[in-house]
């Protein structure tokens, strides 16, 4: 997909729409619809690379607010059962969701103790680190599925975005956009 494609996403036409569409999309299998589909059906693909002795890893990466559906929790109680040491989930851990905090919406904490409870190797990051999130992929354990939790700071580098949920569905235009590339340039 070319990058200068990027340039439509979220807009009127566009099929790079908010929610993730497998239509035209190089690299997308299926579309989720609802957050939180897209773990357990990695779940499942995970558990048929098992099957087939498939030598592959698959990764899922998904927002914290995600953790408020049922279908994950089944999903992650699932995984270490069947032993699926080829799977990956990364957690982006902004703590933020929709319209409030994920702690305001429905508490996540502990969170770590509750991925270890389930029997997932766990390794807790700044996921603003790529070196760091690099690392800790490459920290599989036999017999158990990884979870990384990416502890991160939505719009981060840029003053007026960090840690505000105003962000969560908006995109900066005008003076807006420039402010922000600019402070992301002098970062």
Avoid at 54 to 61: A, G, P, R, S, T
Avoid at 133 to 148: E, H, Q, R
Wanted: net charge negative.
């Amino acid at each position: 997909m070319p990058v200068e494609k990027l340039k439509t996403h979220y807009q009127d036409g566009s099929d790079l729409s908010g929610h993730v569409s497998h239509k035209g999309i190089p690299g997308v299998e299926f579309s989720t619809g609802s957050l939180g589909h897209g773990f357990p059906v990695a779940t499942g693909m995970a558990l048929a690379a098992k099957i087939n002795r498939d030598k592959h890893n698959i990764y899922v990466l998904m927002s914290d607010g995600e953790c408020d559906e049922g279908s994950n929790w089944e999903a992650a109680l699932f995984a270490p059962h069947h032993k699926l040491d080829n799977l990956v989930v990364i957690i982006d851990r902004n703590k933020l969701q929709s319209i409030h905090s994920t702690e305001d919406t429905l508490s996540l904490e502990p969170f770590v103790d509750k991925w270890q409870a389930f029997g997932w190797n766990v390794v807790n990051v700044d996921g603003h680190d790529h070196q760091k999130l690099l690392d800790a992929c490459a920290s599989m354990v036999t017999g158990k599925p990884l979870c990384i939790v990416a502890n991160t700071i939505k719009g981060k580098g840029v003053s007026f975005m960090e840690d505000n949920i105003l962000w969560h569905y908006r995109s900066p235009q005008g003076e807006e956009y420039n402010t922000a590339m600019q402070e992301l340039n002098n970062a």
